[in-house]
């Protein structure tokens, strides 16, 4: 027992004469490095390694940069042609509500306007007459301007739609046909002949043609 005690203390002490070396030996070699290559060049050594971590580290830190840029920018880059693409489509369809109408599709829309004008204008002679109430003729008159005008009224917010070499198509029409309408229907209520409608179609589709050509003849100057 006293034997094996011995024995595992000079093993101890002999590992600690091992490591003291070992300890020796390596501060001895730091020195001679330093007797061989000097100082700075060591010093360069860690300062070589040191800047090539950096250099590393830097590299990685702007990579990283560029890449959360060039993201962000491809972000706001898709951001803005999907508004440019909507705000293309609207301003579309304001040129489309700006171009101007060929003379054909004008010619269509204005002559769909007066035929109807002129089975509105037949049925406000009817209507008067259907009434019974036209012993007052200044009354019967008034009625029939006003009426006259709501539909020559109605027909220039229409044709406000429409453009035709900068101007809307209203701009065409005349202050006088409200007159002219007016003594028309006013003519046939009172004929001393009597109601007929098919002289009343003819004489309002007479002026309704009139006015048709001024209305061409004003827009074609």
Not at 16 to 22: I, P, V
Not at 47 to 54: S, T
Request: glycine share 4%.
């Amino acid at each position: 027992m006293v034997e094996q005690f011995f024995r595992i203390n000079l093993s101890i002490k002999q590992n600690d004469k091992n490591m003291n070396t070992d300890a020796v030996n390596a501060a001895l070699q730091v020195g001679k490095g330093i007797s061989d290559f000097g100082m700075v060049a060591i010093a360069g050594a860690f300062f070589l390694i040191i800047c090539g971590v950096m250099w590393l580290f830097i590299f990685k830190w702007f990579k990283h940069l560029v890449d959360n840029v060039i993201t962000r920018q491809e972000k706001v880059i898709n951001d803005l042609l999907v508004e440019t693409k909507a705000q293309n489509e609207v301003l579309s369809d304001i040129n489309e509500g700006l171009k101007p109408i060929s003379q054909m599709q004008i010619n269509s829309v204005c002559n769909n306007f007066f035929d109807l004008d002129c089975e509105r204008l037949c049925r406000l002679v009817r209507n008067v007459r259907d009434e019974n109430n036209i012993d007052d003729k200044q009354k019967t008159r008034r009625k029939i301007e006003t009426r006259c005008n709501a539909i020559i009224k109605k027909r220039s917010i229409e044709l406000d739609n429409f453009i035709h070499r900068g101007k809307r198509l209203s701009e065409f029409m005349s202050t006088d046909w409200v007159k002219k309408f007016s003594d028309i229907i006013e003519s046939e209520i009172y004929n001393p002949v009597g109601a007929n409608n098919a002289r009343a179609y003819a004489n309002i589709k007479t002026a309704i043609d009139e006015a048709k050509v001024e209305f061409f003849n004003n827009m074609n100057k």
